[in-house]
């Protein structure tokens, strides 16, 4: 069992940046997959980033690569969310979500742990 609870969001402006962070509790917290995705007013919740834990390999969705890191501290079961150069577009309820799978780490379904979600803006 994981429990995730997200944080860190806020209201930046174009260029600027922010770092959001998803603290989880639950002893299997360092073999679990984690993800962060994204819904914006009005849209589908969309895959930002994973970290995989079999090997630590990292995907991005293609409007965040260069922009956006995703990390894991396992000593504080805590997984990281850096976004810099950000743009309006990026404005979203920023999810994380923790798997056991390894494999379709882009897809919603794949994940059975959600946080609540917090709340990012980017003024123009």
């Known amino acids: 069992q994981v429990q995730l609870v997200d944080s860190g969001g806020g209201l930046v402006q174009a260029g600027g940046s922010l770092r959001v962070s998803c603290a989880a509790s639950?002893?299997?917290?360092?073999?679990?997959?984690v993800a962060w995705f994204r819904q914006a007013a009005g849209k589908e919740r969309q895959f930002v980033a994973a970290?995989?834990?079999?090997?630590?390999?990292?995907y991005y969705t293609d409007s965040v690569v260069g922009r956006f890191t995703i990390s894991r501290d396992n000593s504080k079961n805590t997984v990281y969310l850096q976004m810099n150069s950000l743009k309006p577009e990026d404005t979203a309820v920023y999810y994380c979500?923790?798997?056991?799978?390894?494999?379709?780490?882009?897809?919603?379904?794949?994940?059975?742990?959600w946080g609540q979600g917090t709340q990012v803006t980017v003024s123009s």
């Open positions: 979500a923790a798997t056991f799978a390894t494999t379709s780490l882009s897809h919603p379904s794949t994940y059975r742990y």
């Open positions: 639950g002893h299997s917290f360092s073999s679990a997959s």
């Open positions: 970290i995989r834990w079999t090997d630590g390999n990292t």
